[in-house]
Each structure stands twice: as C-alpha cells, then as structure tokens.
C-alpha cells in the first residue's frame, strides 16, 4: 500500500483535496493512504510515508522539508491549478509518478 502525505498551513484545504484523491483511487481499485495535516504538525506524520506532497502555499518550504526528509521520501509541491480545482485524478496521477518513478 503506497502512502501519500499532503500538507498546508492549516490542514484544512489538503484534507478536502486528500478526499479526492481517496475518491480517485477508490474508482481506480488503487489501495493508496492519504493523509492531510498542517504544516506544524508534520514531524508527527512522516513515519512510513512514500511521497510528500506540499500545497503551493508552502513551496517556499521544500528545500526545507528536502533537506529534513529528502533521503526518506520524495517532497514535491502540488501543481496551483490542480490545487485549486481540487482535482484528486490529476494529484494521484502526479504522486504515483514520483512514487513509482516514471
């Protein structure tokens, strides 16, 4: 089971975009693990992650959370017009890309 991170500065834009892509994989018969949480709250849930992903509002945090955690998982920041369209087919294409290094 793969496992995929989203975060953003309160949690709670990432939490309804991690429901779409439950929603995206659920149709895909996909056994995927997301999860959404604030940025504060990060370093009690990267254990066992395979990608995190950042909402653009955070981008200017990657080269932080790659230095922290780039030897253990990929950090991309999430593309702002799927962001903002929520669209949870195109965020799981994109993570299961990086995870599956396509």
């Known amino acids: 089971m793969k496992k995929i991170l989203l975060v953003c ?3 709670m834009s990432t939490s ?3 429901a779409k892509i439950e ?3 659920k149709k895909r018969g996909l056994e995927i693990e997301i ?3 604030a940025g504060g709250d990060l ?3 990267v254990e066992n ?3 995190l992903l950042l909402g653009p509002q955070l981008s200017f945090k990657k080269e932080e959370y790659l230095e922290k955690y780039g030897n253990r998982f990929p950090v991309e920041v999430i593309h702002p017009d799927d962001y903002g ?3 949870g087919e195109k965020v799981l294409d994109f993570a299961l890309k ?3 290094g396509k």
């Open 9 to 11: 500065g309160a949690g």
């Open 16 to 18: 309804l975009l991690a």
């Open 23 to 25: 929603e995206a994989a």
């Open 35 to 37: 999860s959404a949480t």
């Open 43 to 45: 370093s009690r849930e």
């Open 49 to 51: 992650i395979d990608i």
């Open 85 to 87: 369209m929520m669209n």
């Open 98 to 100: 990086i995870i599956d």
